[in-house]
T-cell receptor, first 113, second 110 residues
């Protein structure tokens, strides 16, 4: 899938580390999303940004901190994570509108030691 | 909110077989997408199909919005079709945020 780029693709970190996931979209979209997908489970919506404003926080623990400096970039800052936070983190973007399809990045596979 | 149910949850096929995956939704929709998640976790857009029928090679999809379901057809399946197929809908209640089904896990054996 082109147009939405996530870095890094893989990340291994200890519980006391601080790291950030990055997402960049080149599609001219104005909404961006973070999803978490644990092994063998469906996608869980974490955060939604609409024109840089956070419009959805799906009861996500404060150890996950999103940042959206502009409509093209989205970050997920991680600190003092737990082993159960190991998962695939997916970023998506779309236009704001009920009939706008989503486009996904390739994801960051995160492992917490 | 809108409910999305996919069936079957799991499907195992021999290469060359055909299959039909179903997505039922509980309310009228403005947007429906089918995605394929490959074994590496990448989510690939297959179809954007809030209504009607579309075809792309061996894959086709039909959404009957008035009856609140969509079908994804896979013909002459190949091992590369393995993965999880997700249906995602946006209800007509004003939101733009999709609701995902739990997916159908497909394994195609050679």
């Amino acid at each position: 899938e082109t147009g939405v780029t996530q870095t890094p693709r893989h990340l291994v970190m200890g519980m006391t580390n601080k790291k950030s996931l990055k997402c960049e979209q080149h599609l001219g979209h104005n909404a961006m999303y973070w999803y978490k997908q644990s092994a063998k489970k469906p996608l869980e919506l974490m955060f939604v940004y609409n024109f840089k404003e956070q419009t959805e926080n799906n009861s996500v623990p404060s150890r996950f901190s999103p940042e959206c400096p502009n409509s093209s970039h989205l970050f997920l800052h991680l600190h003092t994570l737990q082993p159960e936070d190991s998962a695939l983190y997916l970023c998506a973007s779309s236009q704001v509108g009920p009939d706008a399809p989503q486009h996904f990045g390739d994801g960051t596979r995160l492992s917490i030691l | 909110g809108i409910q999305v149910e996919q069936s079957p949850p799991d499907l195992i096929l021999q290469e060359g077989a055909n299959s039909t995956l179903r997505c039922n939704f509980s309310d009228s929709v403005n947007n429906l997408q089918w995605f394929h998640q490959n074994p590496w976790g990448q989510l690939i857009n297959l179809f954007y199909i809030p209504s009607g029928t579309k075809q792309n090679g061996r894959l086709s999809a039909t959404t009957v919005a008035t009856e609140r379901y969509s079908l994804l057809y896979i013909s002459s399946s190949q091992t590369t079709d393995s993965g999880v197929y997700f249906c995602a809908v946006v209800g007509s209640g004003g939101s733009y945020i999709p609701t995902f089904g739990r997916g159908t896990s497909l394994i195609v054996h050679p």
